[in-house]
């Protein structure tokens, strides 16, 4: 034989082994049921007047760890400037990324974007955007409603590759000052999810409404039918705070960091989660979180 042919055989023998080897192994559920352990986590953007240990180069690890921790399936985050964002995406490999600039729709100003594991979901092309809380919602960087601040909400389909659901999930970020510009904003959010293509599937609703339990921006969402998993598991306790300021305190009911889903979901359990010290604080926000389910259709 050839000395030409044997290396030529010998590719061909390789490139088959390459072909053949498993795929990366997925459980399938037969079931048909969906459970997600969610996150909405207000990260605090990077700015000058944020020194020492709440710098973000020196709370990145924290922020990190947090996320580690809680091990989301699906996370909103909220007030990630670009590097943020980068930071995250390089410090979380196993996280797909979706989302941009609230400012310019690219890479200027925060972003309330959304971060999935990449290895479970396979996310809808034709079902994902920005849209701005304003009279103008697809005009990137329009404020129209009395809030200083551009406001936006990212939304996305997934699609669970071990059972072969999905569901629609919405992160956004409720203006800070200007209480119309808030009911206005759960209005227009309302309406999206009301008017998904995919009428049937179930929906998450991630945020920093800025806004807490009562306030008429989020109790439209509930009048709307959507429900707080924290809520309902948590109904007598008091101390419920997630805006803390850095003091680390988690005491009174500042709660305007929020979870909602769509009616039919089991709810297992919902916390705020407390950093162990005042300087061991990754955010001047606690990260929320769920776990839910819905079972099959």
Sequence with gaps: MSRLVLPALLVLALAGCREKEAPRAV???????????????????????????????????????????LDPDVMGVQEALHGQAADLRASLPGYAFHGVGRDDGDRAGEYAAIFYKADRFEPDPQ?????????????????????????????????????????????????????????????????????????DDPVVLLGDFNATEGNPAVEHFIEQGL????????????????????????????????????????????GIHLAPSRKEQPSDHYPVWARVSWPAP
């Design 127 to 199: 079902e994902r955007g920005t849209f701005w809380l304003s009279d103008f919602p697809e005009r990137a960087g329009s404020r129209t409603w009395g809030n200083s601040v551009v406001r936006c909400t990212t939304w996305l389909r997934l699609t669970d590759r071990a059972s072969g659901r999905s569901f629609y999930v919405f992160n956004t970020h409720f203006d800070h000052r200007h209480q119309g510009s808030r009911e206005q904003s759960a209005r227009l959010i309302a309406e999206r999810i009301a008017d998904r293509r995919h009428a």
């Design 227 to 270: 429900e707080d998993p924290y809520r309902i598991l948590h109904q007598g306790e008091k101390d419920r705070r997630t805006l803390h300021f850095w003091s680390g305190e988690s005491d009174g009911w500042a709660k305007v960091d929020h979870i909602l889903v769509s009616k039919g979901a089991d709810f297992h359990a919902a």
């Design 27 to 69: 459980a399938v559920r037969t079931d048909g049921g969906l459970t997600l352990s969610l996150c909405s986590f207000n990260i605090r953007y990077e700015g000058d007047q944020d020194r020492g240990w709440r710098a973000w180069p020196n709370r990145i690890d924290r922020v990190v760890r947090t996320v580690r921790h």
